[in-house]
């Protein structure tokens, strides 16, 4: 019988992290450990083991006592035999995947890596589609017109659906809304999150939940007021939408931070659920200059899932999005096998954490 390799935690981070250099996730400098701990998911100590053993093998150049570890460049990292490329995928997004949403940062990574073990070379194309009322003769230069060549268009939208099924390319969404087109989508849909935190705070007594929208497509937030509404009316209170979710066709700070405070103005929530991370650093700072606690004055939840929310005093509720999931699905399509539409979209695990309790005055 063969013996089974025995493997330290250490190795297996190693591993992990290298990974992610691979990839190209990371250049110039490392991120700290506290970080990279928190993302793998083991304790600091382990982590320094871990970059310890990338040192030895030539991926990272240690940069002293306290300072950050340096990625050494490809070209000079021994190079290993590359799998036999078979085909072609392209990655379509609006923003570099820096400034993506963690979840579908991650997806991305974990697909690319699943991909390239099978053959294939996931190039990422960036330009904002996200915004377009229509598809661009630009997106022609832009994008492969080949049907051969499979595209993932994160949080894609109509138009470029529509240029998608004009010019016979074979695309899927990751996220984001199809319209009349029949793209196939892979996503957690953000209403049935949105639905799931309305239940759980109503059922502690929550009545004044404030949910800001800002740069969402109509469709998006049509079906998050709808969700909001019924939370509301089930627990016999009328649904405002200027006060539960207030909307505005931008995304900045002083935006989000005026739209909360506007609804304080007229009633103080006594919780909030928010859509984005950045959205939820302006509104903690809001609710610090008013001297208001969480969760003692007002509850929080995010409806997504962000590797700093780890870092949040009190323990933040949230998502924890079905990353393998997500990424096998979109594997296999790129690969040719149908989606069964029947088990999507996914669900998310509701995560309590502590930024949630009853509104003052209710009874425990």
């Known amino acids: 019988m063969a013996r089974i390799e025995r493997r330290t935690t250490a190795e297996i981070a190693a591993d992990a992290i290298k990974s992610e250099l691979a990839a190209g996730r990371w250049t110039g400098r490392l991120p700290g450990s506290r970080l990279l701990a928190a993302e793998t998911g083991v304790s600091q100590p382990t982590v320094a083991a871990a970059l310890a053993l990338l040192v030895e093998q030539g991926w990272l150049e240690s940069g002293g006592d306290r300072r950050a ?21 392209v990655v379509a997004t609006h923003a570099d995947l820096g400034d993506l949403p963690h979840t579908a940062r991650r997806v991305i990574e974990v697909t690319r890596e699943k991909l390239g073990r099978r053959g294939w070379a996931v190039e990422i194309v960036t330009f904002d ?47 984001g809304l199809v319209g009349e087109w029949k793209i196939p989508i892979v996503a957690v849909k953000s209403s049935l999150l949105a639905a799931e935190a309305m239940e759980r705070l109503t059922r502690q007594g929550h009545r ?18 709808e969700a909001v509404k019924a939370g509301l009316e089930r627990v016999g209170v009328s649904y405002v939408e200027s006060y539960h979710t207030p909307e505005s066709p931008y995304q900045r700070p002083e935006v989000v931070w005026n739209m909360v405070e506007a609804a304080m103005d007229r009633a103080v929530p006594t919780a909030l659920i928010l859509l984005d991370w950045k959205e939820l650093v302006t509104v903690s700072c809001l609710l610090t200059k008013r001297g208001l606690r969480v969760p003692d004055d007002v509850s929080l939840i995010l409806l997504n899932e962000q590797m700093e929310a780890d870092w949040y005093v009190p323990h933040l509720a949230c998502f924890r999005f079905p990353v393998m999931r997500l990424a096998n699905l979109l594997t296999r399509w790129v690969e040719g096998q149908p989606l069964d539409q029947s088990k999507l979209p996914l669900s998310a695990d509701f995560e309590a954490g502590e930024s949630i309790a009853a509104p003052q005055g209710w009874p425990a």
């Open 69 to 89: 570890f340096r990625v050494i460049p490809r070209a000079a990292v021994a190079p290993q035999a590359p799998a036999r490329i078979l085909r072609r995928a």
């Open 208 to 225: 004044q939940i404030v949910l800001p929208l800002c740069d969402r497509p109509h469709g998006f937030s049509a079906s998050i007021k």
């Open 129 to 175: 589609f996200l915004h377009a009322k229509r598809p661009h003769r630009s997106w022609d230069h832009l994008l492969p017109i080949d049907p051969d060549v499979p595209v993932i268009a994160v949080f894609g939208r109509p138009p470029i659906g529509e240029w998608a099924m004009k010019n016979r390319v074979r695309m899927i969404f990751l996220g």
